[in-house]
C-alpha cells in the first residue's frame, strides 16, 4: 500500500534531484523510498553484503602490513 507524503525541501535539491530521476530512468519516489528504506533497514553489524562476503579472504596481508603508511604512500605517489 503506498501512501502520500509531502516534504519540505530546498528548490534547487528537487530541481537536482528530479535531473537524477529522469537521467537515472527512475522516479524522485522510487529513489526517496529506497533511500528511506535504506536508512531504516534493521541490521548488524556482523552482518555483510554477498558481495563483501566474496572479497572476504581473498587478498592475504602479511602480519606487520600497515595500511596507513600503504595509504599515505600511495596517495604521495599520486599527488606527486
Same mark, same amino acid.
Given at each position: 500500500?503506498?501512501t502520500?507524503?509531502?516534504?519540505? *525541501?530546498?528548490?534547487?535539491?528537487?530541481? $537536482?534531484?528530479?535531473?537524477?530521476?529522469?537521467n537515472?530512468? $527512475?522516479?524522485?519516489?522510487?529513489?526517496?523510498?529506497?533511500?528511506?528504506?535504506?536508512?531504516?533497514k534493521?541490521?548488524?553489524?556482523?552482518?555483510?553484503?554477498?558481495?563483501?562476503?566474496?572479497? *572476504?579472504? *581473498? *587478498?592475504?596481508?602479511?602480519?606487520?602490513?600497515?595500511e596507513?603508511?600503504e595509504? $599515505?604512500?600511495?596517495?604521495?605517489?599520486?599527488?606527486?
Open positions: 500500500m503506498t502520500k507524503l509531502t516534504l519540505t *525541501v530546498e528548490k534547487s535539491v528537487i530541481e $537536482r534531484a528530479k535531473s537524477y530521476a529522469k537515472t530512468g $527512475r522516479s524522485l519516489s522510487e529513489i526517496i523510498e529506497n533511500y528511506l528504506t535504506t536508512i531504516t534493521e541490521s548488524t553489524n556482523d552482518e555483510l553484503s554477498p558481495k563483501l562476503k566474496k572479497l *572476504v579472504g *581473498v *587478498v592475504n596481508l602479511p602480519e606487520d602490513f600497515d596507513k603508511a595509504l $599515505r604512500s600511495a596517495l604521495e605517489k599520486k599527488h606527486l
